[in-house]
């Protein structure tokens, strides 16, 4: 099993383009999540998803757009990049939800610059 | 709302060194508790949990024990390795999701 992958590594954007970023997981998990970090500020949540079709709001969803059009996989949208989105974004994925025993298992990374 | 509170870093500590990372969280009803890991340019890894008070969570000879009634979960580690070198985030989980601390870097030199 491949566990979580995303696409892609690094990426360097101007300010106000577009771009997606794809996260794909192959254990059959129900929830998938997206998260940024930033040095000092820990991981912050921005939307995750409970099912297929689903998307919902964490702490930090202003600027970017999901969608969860197959159980196995959760796009992050950035439609206008600005410089304060530069960061790490994580993806994670779990069985459920509300149970304690659910631990998230988190892919690589993406890099993203935005000058 | 939920929070946690984990000691900033860097802890810089000679190998065979003990290891206290501090963790207090703030949250309403009975979250579940844990420590990640995360190696350089990597993903966060989980390290350990605790679902309910009074339980310990214990694993690579590193452990933490939920304690409700100082609203707790400090990593220990009774001797420590240069490959122990990381950042370690300390988080709960009501519901569906995960409140990380800001993350705390342990540096162990030889």
């Known amino acids: 099993n491949a566990g979580v992958t995303q696409t892609p590594k690094f990426r360097v954007l101007k300010t106000g383009q577009s771009m997606t970023l794809l996260c794909a997981q192959d254990?059959?998990?129900?929830?998938m999540y997206w998260y940024r970090q930033d040095p000092g500020m820990g991981l912050r949540l921005i939307h995750y998803?409970?099912?297929?079709?689903?998307?919902a709001k964490g702490e930090v969803p202003d600027g970017y757009n999901v969608s969860r059009l197959k159980k196995q996989n959760f796009l992050l949208g950035l439609e206008s990049a600005a410089p304060s989105q530069t960061s790490v974004y994580f993806c994670a994925s779990s069985y459920g939800g509300d149970s304690g025993t659910y631990e998230q298992y988190f892919g690589p990374g993406t890099r993203l610059t935005v000058t | 709302g939920n929070s946690v509170t984990q000691m900033e870093g860097p802890v810089t500590l000679s190998e065979e060194a003990f290891l206290t990372i501090n963790c207090t969280y703030t949250a309403t009803g009975y979250p579940s508790l844990f420590w990640y890991v995360q190696y350089p340019g990597e993903g966060l890894q989980l390290l350990l949990k605790a679902t309910k008070a009074d339980d310990k969570g214990s694993n690579k000879g590193f452990e933490a024990t939920y304690r409700k009634e100082t609203t707790s979960f400090h990593l220990e580690k009774g001797s420590v390795q240069v490959s122990d070198s990381a950042v370690y985030f300390c988080?709960?989980?009501?519901?569906?999701?995960?409140?990380f601390g800001k993350g705390t870097m342990l540096l162990v030199s030889p």
């Open positions: 998803s409970v099912g297929e079709g689903t998307t």
């Open positions: 988080a709960l989980k009501r519901y569906s999701t995960l409140t």
């Open positions: 254990m059959n998990h129900e929830y």
